[in-house]
């Protein structure tokens, strides 16, 4: 699975306007509807399930990342929106710090191997210390696209 067929540019944030977990998340679900991954009847019950997983573990692995994701039967294929916060965002994270990237995955129910296969590239990818900085310094969509589709043939810049 590649990033650049689950991420679009009309989900991505490169300075998300909250610093706040909640407020990032209803961000972040916004641009996934915005850019037609879900429907919009379905905003306020994705951003509950988003953060009723949050309350089970944070998904702020530490490293300056989060990934929230949520599985719903009324989505058809696997989407992410990306958010990243200049500020920082305290999302619980393991290691105690602020996040800057975050990775809303959203998933169809029914496809639990799909919804694995994307979060092991996504976490693929965050574990690389040059995918992360990378990733802090873009400024627009189209380069954070860049990034992915560097990410997904191996090939860094830098």
Same mark, same amino acid.
């Given at each position: ?104 995955? #959203?998933?169809? &129910?029914? /496809? $639990?191997? %799909?919804? !694995?296969?994307?979060? @092991? ?13 990378? #990733?802090?310094? &873009?400024? /627009? $969509?189209? %380069?954070? !696209?860049?990034?992915? @589709? ?9």
């Amino acid at each position: 699975m590649k990033l650049k067929s689950i991420v679009t540019s009309k989900s991505i944030i490169t300075s998300l306007d909250s610093n706040k977990r909640d407020e990032v998340v209803a961000e972040l679900v916004d641009a996934l509807i915005s850019s037609g991954a879900a429907e919009a009847s379905l905003r306020d019950e994705l951003i509950t399930m988003v953060l009723e997983r949050e309350q089970k573990g944070s998904t702020g692995f530490g490293r300056g990342v989060a990934v929230p994701h949520v599985k719903h039967p009324s989505v058809t294929s696997i989407k992410a929106a990306i958010g990243l916060s200049p500020a920082g965002v305290d999302f619980n994270a393991l290691d105690r710090q602020p996040v800057f990237s975050i990775f809303l995955l #959203l998933s169809p &129910a029914e /496809s $639990p191997e %799909e919804h !694995l296969q994307a979060m @092991e590239v996504i976490f693929k990818n965050l574990s690389q210390e040059t995918f992360r900085k990378f #990733l802090r310094q &873009a400024s /627009s $969509p189209d %380069e954070v !696209l860049t990034l992915l @589709e560097e990410a997904d043939s191996h090939q860094y810049t830098g």
